[in-house]
């Protein structure tokens, strides 16, 4: 199938309708509420209400409204010693998910910044939104469709302040140590401000509140540096676990260490926005959600749609004053999936506010039939950067299916911000070159991508053995592929239209300007290094 045709429209979607195609103006999608298929958790929750004679009511009172506190970090995997990642020190966040409940199948729908943020701040797929290619619509004026908000514009309207806290910092300590980033780079415009304040002295007189902080120690550059001389302890580069996919080599170690000294500092950092809570007396009455914004900054991992660039750590925290739902259990583990649009409908819910009716995040912790377990978590990736491509995926509990739409297409396109920023993709680019990779970390650089994937996480959690020729796996093949085509049609998936030239020439520029030199200096770098050490 083509990426750019519209898949088959299965006989059961749509309570057997056909989905009703919207014409395209200008490269934007019409009204959300033009596809029945894009009437999302609310749709779903009003219709089981009415079929139960139950009101349309949120989990609490608004006398009794709890703060919400998300912490989100960037470009992190569950590397988190709660997780059991060998070498990873991270006491805060093992003492917040021994307190409060960790989940083990959090996903982000998407596998890069820009596209999952939309995501999460609107509970909607990117897919949906035409907000799926990497950094898209920053000069064109482009806006949410109709019926779709950012989740603060929910909770400004039900009396909460809003906040993106960027001044974090205590009096007299260090603005540079402690202060947060206020990331958030969605692929949209608003016309009016998201966030009532970007300052965390409001939040005190300001209750009930919801707030975002975002440190991006673990998002590579000037902060993963300076991350590196503040981790205590710092990881062991020979104790530490590397994917199969990678070479067992000093400087695949080194990068992972480093890595994990990121997410170390980053736990210090989670611990000081913790202090500044119980110092300001609002710990007892606020419900704190740690996450990440998608997978980890390596090779297969961001920007790619496996469980190395879509899991995140998810960590659910309710202050003693709270009352909790039913399906909270503190000091739990969670394996039901959950993926980063819910986060939106949850936290909307637990401050007593009902998910709106085109809400596609469903909410995993709440009371009553507005609960239900996903059987799938599904995500994708388009453009990144300069890096035309187009992949969706679906997983159960145990599987994940993969559909590479332009399986001609190799892995290891051209893409300067890697180039540059992956060391480890200039070794085993070099590696491939001298015929030494073998194995997994070789077929990353095979030709083209397979049409089809299908991995057995159980038995294999890197995803390194494709089972879709299995005959044994024919029946899962054929039931994930048919979820996936359905979910497709069922969110209008934008990504069958292709993006304009002209906009992926621009980011190829951009790209060049940003990334060129320095990318073939660490290719160089990289390899002055492996011989020398030969020599």
């Given at each position: 199938m083509?990426?750019?045709?519209?898949?088959?429209?299965p006989?059961?979607?749509?309570?057997?309708?056909?989905?009703?195609?919207?014409?395209?103006?200008?490269?934007?999608?019409h009204?959300?509420?033009?596809?029945?298929g894009?009437v999302?958790?609310?749709?779903m929750?009003l219709?089981?209400q009415?079929?139960?004679?139950?009101?349309?009511?949120g989990?609490?009172?608004?006398?009794?409204?709890?703060?919400?506190?998300?912490?989100?970090t960037e470009?992190?995997?569950?590397?988190?010693?709660?997780?059991?990642?060998?070498?990873?020190?991270?006491?805060?966040?093992d003492?917040?998910?021994?307190?409060?409940m960790?989940?083990?199948?959090?996903?982000?729908?998407?596998?890069?910044?820009?596209?999952?943020?939309?995501?999460?701040?609107?509970?909607?797929?990117?897919?949906?939104?035409?907000?799926?290619?990497?950094?898209?619509?920053?000069?064109d004026?482009?806006?949410?469709?109709?019926?779709?908000?950012?989740?603060t514009?929910?909770?400004r309207?039900?009396?909460?302040?809003?906040?993106?806290?960027?001044?974090?910092?205590?009096q007299g300590?260090?603005?540079?140590?402690?202060n947060?980033?206020?990331?958030t780079?969605?692929?949209?415009?608003?016309?009016r401000?998201?966030?009532?304040?970007?300052?965390w002295s409001?939040?005190?007189?300001?209750?009930?509140?919801?707030?975002?902080?975002?440190?991006?120690?673990?998002?590579r550059?000037?902060?993963?540096?300076?991350?590196?001389t503040r981790?205590e302890?710092?990881?062991?580069?020979?104790?530490?676990?590397i994917?199969s996919?990678?070479?067992d080599?000093?400087?695949v170690r080194?990068?992972?260490?480093?890595?994990?000294?990121?997410?170390?500092?980053?736990?210090?950092?989670?611990?000081y926005?913790?202090?500044?809570?119980?110092?300001?007396?609002?710990?007892?009455?606020?419900?704190?959600m740690?996450?990440?914004?998608?997978?980890?900054a390596?090779?297969?991992?961001?920007?790619?749609?496996?469980?190395?660039?879509?899991?995140?750590?998810?960590?659910?925290?309710?202050?003693k004053?709270?009352?909790p739902?039913?399906?909270?259990?503190?000091g739990?583990?969670?394996?039901?999936?959950?993926?980063?649009?819910?986060?939106a409908?949850?936290?909307?819910?637990?401050?007593?506010?009902d998910?709106?009716?085109?809400?596609?995040?469903?909410?995993?912790?709440?009371d009553?039939p507005?609960?239900?377990?996903?059987?799938?978590?599904?995500?994708?990736?388009?453009?990144?950067?300069e890096?035309?491509?187009?992949?969706?995926?679906?997983?159960?509990?145990?599987?994940?299916?993969?559909?590479?739409y332009?399986?001609?297409?190799?892995?290891?396109?051209?893409?300067?911000?890697?180039?540059q920023?992956?060391?480890?993709?200039?070794?085993?680019?070099?590696?491939?070159?001298?015929?030494e990779?073998?194995?997994?970390?070789?077929?990353?650089?095979?030709p083209?991508?397979?049409?089809?994937?299908?991995y057995?996480?159980?038995?294999?959690?890197?995803?390194?053995v494709n089972l879709a020729?299995?005959?044994?796996?024919?029946a899962?093949?054929?039931?994930?592929?048919?979820?996936?085509?359905?979910w497709?049609v069922?969110?209008?998936?934008q990504?069958?239209?292709?993006?304009?030239?002209?906009?992926?020439?621009?980011?190829?520029q951009?790209?060049?300007?940003?990334?060129?030199?320095?990318?073939?200096?660490?290719?160089?770098?990289?390899?002055?290094?492996?011989?020398a050490e030969?020599?």
């Amino acid at each position: 199938m083509s990426p750019f045709s519209s898949p088959p429209v299965p006989d059961a979607v749509c309570s057997g309708e056909s989905v009703r195609r919207r014409p395209r103006v200008q490269g934007v999608a019409h009204s959300i509420r033009d596809v029945c298929g894009l009437v999302g958790w609310g749709g779903m929750l009003l219709a089981v209400q009415v079929a139960m004679g139950i009101a349309a009511t949120g989990t609490v009172s608004a006398e009794q409204r709890p703060n919400v506190l998300w912490i989100i970090t960037e470009d992190m995997g569950p590397e988190l010693s709660a997780y059991g990642t060998p070498e990873a020190s991270t006491p805060v966040l093992d003492d917040l998910a021994s307190r409060g409940m960790l989940f083990e199948r959090a996903f982000s729908v998407t596998p890069v910044c820009s596209t999952n943020r939309s995501s999460l701040m609107t509970g909607m797929y990117a897919f949906s939104i035409d907000a799926q290619n990497h950094r898209s619509h920053r000069n064109d004026d482009f806006h949410l469709p109709e019926g779709v908000h950012v989740i603060t514009d929910y909770f400004r309207d039900a009396g909460y302040l809003t906040a993106n806290v960027k001044q974090v910092a205590r009096q007299g300590d260090d603005p540079e140590l402690w202060n947060a980033g206020g990331k958030t780079d969605w692929n949209f415009q608003i016309d009016r401000e998201p966030f009532d304040t970007d300052d965390w002295s409001d939040l005190k007189s300001e209750q009930p509140f919801f707030a975002q902080i975002n440190f991006s120690e673990s998002h590579r550059g000037g902060h993963w540096r300076d991350a590196q001389t503040r981790a205590e302890p710092k990881a062991d580069p020979a104790k530490v676990k590397i994917p199969s996919y990678y070479p067992d080599h000093p400087l695949v170690r080194e990068d992972w260490a480093e890595y994990l000294n990121a997410i170390n500092v980053a736990d210090q950092r989670v611990g000081y926005v913790l202090d500044r809570l119980e110092e300001d007396g609002l710990a007892d009455d606020t419900i704190v959600m740690f996450f990440s914004d998608h997978g980890r900054a390596m090779v297969r991992g961001k920007q790619w749609p496996y469980d190395s660039g879509l899991q995140i750590p998810l960590i659910v925290h309710f202050g003693k004053n709270v009352q909790p739902p039913e399906n909270y259990h503190p000091g739990s583990r969670d394996g039901r999936l959950v993926t980063s649009i819910d986060l939106a409908a949850t936290a909307l819910h637990l401050a007593g506010i009902d998910p709106p009716m085109l809400m596609q995040g469903r909410v995993f912790l709440g009371d009553g039939p507005i609960v239900m377990d996903r059987p799938y978590a599904f995500a994708g990736r388009d453009r990144g950067d300069e890096t035309v491509d187009m992949i969706r995926t679906a997983r159960d509990k145990r599987y994940r299916y993969i559909r590479n739409y332009y399986p001609e297409r190799p892995y290891t396109q051209l893409n300067r911000y890697k180039r540059q920023s992956y060391p480890v993709l200039a070794l085993m680019g070099y590696l491939n070159e001298r015929g030494e990779l073998q194995g997994p970390p070789a077929r990353w650089f095979a030709p083209t991508k397979p049409a089809e994937e299908l991995y057995d996480t159980l038995e294999d959690p890197y995803e390194t053995v494709n089972l879709a020729d299995d005959p044994d796996h024919t029946a899962k093949l054929q039931e994930l592929r048919g979820v996936l085509e359905a979910w497709r049609v069922t969110i209008n998936d934008q990504g069958r239209f292709p993006e304009d030239p002209a906009i992926i020439e621009a980011s190829r520029q951009k790209m060049e300007r940003l990334h060129g030199a320095n990318g073939l200096r660490t290719i160089e770098q990289v390899r002055a290094r492996i011989d020398a050490e030969r020599n």
